[in-house]
């Protein structure tokens, strides 16, 4: 394992649970975090990292109920969906898509009160049932997103000036748990994944009986709860899931009799894993352990071709520039190549963490988030960066 990079840390008192990565269309790393807000109001914090100068700026937007889940839309920055809570802390039973109005390119904070703008409403997918999870396409062309409560995920179409919902997937006739995590197929406008209980199911939501039969289950994908699903971005029928035996673990939809990868370094609850948007072979994985863990999965990734190169290869390209050139190579290091393992794992919180993200803008900066209020920003090591480089 890797030596750890440097850390920096946002933080604030209050009860966070949800972040998500703001695709701001510029070179800014933009995350935004939710605060509960049980008896006082909730604020979105739109939080930037300056990789160049190693700072972080932060704007406030006052929101309504607090904050259970929070995703970006990839089509406008300025957009976030929004699961609020209810009286007392309940979640609400709707999914609010808000505007963030008057967010610079560049966050200067002026001292300006600021309030996310209501847009629309989605609703839930099952009557009297919470909203819990919510997951937007990543591709922008598509502009839908998933709202999930109890057995059902609604999807909804938001390419026009109101939301209306398309269609709605059940696993209510297969289980009786909750769906806990849904992802959607960055290739496809129909596909989505699903986890109810120990297992996942597939959906093709243009068919006919998307609401009733799956395109691909599997019955025990961990023992215990399945709380983290993600399919790999350049490689769709690969996916990651994350469950409450602290493993992560990679399927291969066109043949699911068992993982293609097996990671146990968690020791409790995973409740979030994702590829990186443009290196697929980087996993970065959260839990109620409080580590966030950073693996490589090579061997199934669209670069495996990388860990063939031979050592000859390596040091030639290494003295070629290109890429690298702010690499400081000596020639009698050994840079190696990219192997499947745990990269480096992250201690900075001292309470679960619930979300970890990569940067929209950078693929080699991620940030996760605790309970505690503490959002913190780390970078890949830069041996693991220059392996997977050369």
């Given at each position: 394992?890797?030596?750890?990079?440097?850390?920096?840390?946002?933080?604030?008192?209050?009860?966070?649970?949800?972040?998500?990565?703001?695709?701001?269309?510029?070179?800014?790393?933009?995350?935004?975090?939710?605060?509960?807000?049980?008896?006082?109001?909730?604020?979105?914090?739109?939080?930037?990292?300056?990789?160049?100068?190693?700072?972080?700026?932060?704007?406030?937007?006052?929101?309504?109920?607090?904050?259970?889940a929070l995703a970006s839309t990839p089509w406008d920055a300025s957009q976030l969906l929004v699961v609020s809570g209810?009286?007392?802390?309940?979640?609400?039973?709707?999914?609010?898509?808000?505007?963030?109005?008057?967010?610079?390119?560049?966050?200067?904070?002026?001292?300006?009160?600021?309030?996310?703008?209501?847009?629309?409403?989605?609703?839930?997918?099952?009557?009297?049932?919470?909203?819990?999870?919510?997951?937007?396409?990543?591709?922008?062309?598509?502009?839908?997103?998933?709202?999930?409560?109890?057995?059902?995920?609604?999807?909804?179409?938001?390419?026009?000036?109101?939301?209306?919902?398309?269609?709605?997937?059940?696993?209510?006739?297969?289980?009786?748990?909750?769906?806990?995590?849904?992802?959607?197929?960055?290739?496809?406008?129909?596909?989505?994944?699903?986890?109810?209980?120990?297992?996942?199911?597939?959906?093709?939501?243009?068919?006919?009986?998307?609401?009733?039969?799956?395109?691909?289950?599997?019955?025990?994908?961990?023992?215990?709860?399945?709380?983290?699903?993600?399919?790999?971005?350049?490689?769709?029928?690969?996916?990651?899931?994350?469950?409450?035996?602290?493993?992560?673990?990679?399927?291969?939809?066109?043949?699911?009799?068992?993982?293609?990868?097996?990671?146990?370094?968690?020791?409790?609850?995973?409740?979030?894993?994702?590829?990186?948007?443009?290196?697929?072979?980087?996993?970065?994985?959260?839990?109620?352990?409080?580590?966030?863990?950073?693996?490589?999965?090579?061997?199934?990734?669209?670069?495996?071709?990388?860990?063939?190169?031979?050592?000859?290869?390596?040091?030639?390209?290494?003295?070629?520039?290109?890429?690298?050139?702010?690499?400081?190579?000596?020639?009698?290091d050994e840079i190696g190549k990219p192997t499947d393992g745990l990269v480096a794992q992250f201690d900075d919180h001292?309470?679960?963490?619930?979300?970890?993200?990569?940067?929209?803008?950078?693929?080699?900066?991620?940030?996760?988030?605790s309970f505690d209020g503490r959002m913190v920003i780390n970078t890949v090591p830069r041996e693991e960066k220059y392996?997977?480089?050369?």
């Amino acid at each position: 394992m890797e030596a750890r990079t440097n850390s920096y840390v946002y933080g604030i008192d209050r009860h966070t649970l949800s972040l998500t990565s703001i695709h701001s269309g510029s070179e800014q790393n933009r995350f935004a975090l939710g605060t509960l807000g049980v008896k006082e109001t909730s604020e979105i914090h739109v939080v930037d990292f300056d990789a160049d100068e190693f700072t972080l700026a932060s704007l406030v937007y006052k929101c309504s109920g607090g904050i259970r889940a929070l995703a970006s839309t990839p089509w406008d920055a300025s957009q976030l969906l929004v699961v609020s809570g209810g009286q007392a802390g309940r979640p609400s039973s709707s999914v609010s898509l808000v505007r963030l109005p008057d967010l610079p390119v560049n966050i200067v904070d002026d001292g300006t009160e600021r309030t996310a703008e209501f847009v629309a409403q989605l609703e839930s997918p099952v009557a009297d049932q919470a909203v819990h999870k919510l997951a937007v396409h990543p591709v922008a062309q598509f502009r839908q997103a998933g709202v999930v409560a109890g057995a059902g995920v609604s999807i909804w179409d938001l390419s026009g000036q109101t939301a209306s919902m398309k269609t709605v997937v059940s696993t209510a006739r297969y289980s009786m748990d909750e769906i806990e995590a849904m992802a959607w197929d960055p290739a496809s406008s129909s596909q989505l994944a699903t986890a109810d209980g120990p297992s996942v199911r597939g959906w093709d939501t243009r068919s006919d009986t998307a609401s009733s039969r799956p395109s691909f289950t599997v019955d025990y994908a961990h023992n215990g709860r399945v709380r983290a699903i993600n399919y790999n971005p350049n490689m769709p029928h690969i996916l990651a899931t994350g469950g409450d035996d602290g493993c992560v673990r990679l399927w291969d939809t066109r043949s699911l009799a068992g993982p293609v990868i097996d990671i146990a370094h968690h020791t409790h609850w995973v409740y979030s894993v994702e590829f990186n948007p443009n290196h697929d072979q980087l996993v970065l994985s959260a839990g109620a352990d409080g580590l966030v863990n950073l693996e490589s999965v090579v061997s199934v990734s669209s670069a495996q071709a990388v860990a063939e190169i031979s050592d000859e290869q390596v040091a030639e390209i290494a003295g070629g520039g290109g890429p690298i050139d702010d690499f400081d190579y000596d020639e009698g290091d050994e840079i190696g190549k990219p192997t499947d393992g745990l990269v480096a794992q992250f201690d900075d919180h001292e309470t679960s963490v619930y979300a970890a993200h990569w940067s929209a803008a950078d693929p080699w900066i991620f940030a996760s988030l605790s309970f505690d209020g503490r959002m913190v920003i780390n970078t890949v090591p830069r041996e693991e960066k220059y392996k997977i480089l050369l």
